[in-house]
Structures are given as C-alpha cells and as structure tokens.
Nanobody, 123 residues
Framework: QMQPVESGGGLVQPGGSLRLSCVAS????????VGWFRQAPGKEREFVASISWTGVWTEYADSMKGRTTISRDNANNKVDLEMNNLKPEDTAVYYC????????????????WGQGTQVTVSS
C-alpha cells in the first residue's frame, strides 16, 4: 500500500486562500473516506475535515466551518481541501489519511497517512 501524497501547501498572508490536494496511486483509494488533519508545532494533531467515499457526507471542525470545503474526484483518486480566510493559527503541517469507517473525526479511525504538507500563514 502506498501512502497518499499531499501537495499545495505554502506561505500565504492572513486572509488568503490555499487549495491542498491528497492524491493516491492505489485504485481502491476512491472506496475509502478521507480525512484531513493538521499538527501545529508543540500541539497534538487535530481534525480538520473529512469526506465519505461517495462525497455525499462531509464533516468539518468548528474552527474551519464556513471557510473550508472538502471535495473529491474519485476518477483521479484525489481529495482536495480548499481553505479561505486563512489565519495565523491555521499554520500547521496538514495530513490526509483514509478511513474504512466513514467520514470520522477521530484519527484512530484512519490508516495510511501521507507525509504532510506545510501551511504557513504569516504577513
């Protein structure tokens, strides 16, 4: 099993936007729910958003609601996370992972994590 690969991170000013992508080479990736998590320096990893394998069901952390959209393209084994109105406290390494148990919020429900992509929000 190959890890999914995250991309799209970078340096952005407060109020800016970023679109992160999670791509997997294994064809079964499209049959799993996918979650995005993040970990800031000195803090525990926390849930950001998740999406069911059909894309019908989504979950968002309260801190991300209204400024984040998770979506997926199963034909290309890709899950995107679009974040708007970014804040300095959004600075973290963002990870994606798959879950066989639906669009969960608990990281214990996920396996096969990517290496992460750094998001830095700073002026």
């Amino acid at each position: 099993q190959m890890q999914p690969v995250e991309s799209g991170g970078g340096l952005v000013q407060p109020g800016g936007s970023l679109r992160l992508s999670c791509v997997a080479s294994e064809p079964t990736f499209s049959t799993y729910a996918v979650g995005w998590f993040r970990q800031a320096p000195g803090k525990e990893r926390e849930f950001v958003a998740s999406i069911s394998w059909t894309g019908v069901w989504t979950e968002y952390a309260d801190s991300m609601k209204g400024r984040t959209t998770i979506s997926r393209d199963n034909a290309n084994n890709k899950v995107d996370l679009e974040m708007n109105n970014l804040k300095p406290e959004d600075t973290a390494v963002y990870y994606c992972a798959r879950s066989a148990n639906g669009a969960q919020r608990e990281e214990q429900q996920y396996d096969l994590w990517g290496q992460g992509t750094q998001v830095t929000v700073s002026s």
